[in-house]
């Protein structure tokens, strides 16, 4: 009995080991391909900017190329990003950094962020945002929540209309980006913030399948919660809920 209980503990050992050299693994890979990117992404938004200046000597199509390039190298890096937060989250290094954030001001960034793209694929991208929204979270973390709603929007929005809605509720905060694409069904939206679920996996390039996992882990880490309501081929409305912050509280 004594032996049996000493190998156990030694194959218990033993899958700790390989599972730390994993996460070790993973974190290293995702920062490697994750870093080397970062100059890339700048050069490209330099290039776009000079060839905008240049507008009457550039030919549009320049133009055009550059922006692709620069959506692409984003979307490169925010999926290591991503891979690299989930590392992160399963061995407990994730460290947020709450502070007083202007909501109005950062979601409306990452609407106009996105409008080309959404422009580029038939989707027409509106927002309505209530201004001075102020809410006690991490910043990245915010920003990063609605990148991967809005490229999940446009992603699987079919072409149609998108709209993103920020107001406050009372002592909350209520973040909506609704789409009018393919939809979910029931059973989808039970498994869609599932670790590595791919509800959508017959859609072709459509990354990891982690980015609502890693949403939903950022919204809860900051007190908050985030939730779906969607009908299949008439589109999804996803819903990101935090805690609001009151004047006085803000000038505390």
Known sequence: MGQELAELRQRLAALEAAVRARDDFIAIAAHELRNPMQPILSTAGLALMAARKAASTCPPRVVQMLERMQYLVENYVARATRLLDVTRMETGNLRLEPAAVDLSALVSAVVEKYRMPADRLGSVLTSSIEPDVTSFCDQLAIEQIVDNLLSNAIKFGAGKPIEVRLRTVEDQTWLDVRDEGIGMSPDQQSR?????????????????????????????????????????????????????????????
């Open 192 to 252: 869609i913030f599932g670790r590595f679920e791919q509800v959508m996996s017959e859609h072709h390039g459509s990354g990891f399948g982690i980015g609502l996992w890693v949403a939903g882990r950022l919204a809860g880490a900051m007190g908050g919660r985030i939730s779906v309501q969607s009908q299949l081929g008439k589109g999804s409305t996803f819903t990101v809920i935090l805690q609001a912050v009151t004047p006085e509280e803000e000038a505390a």
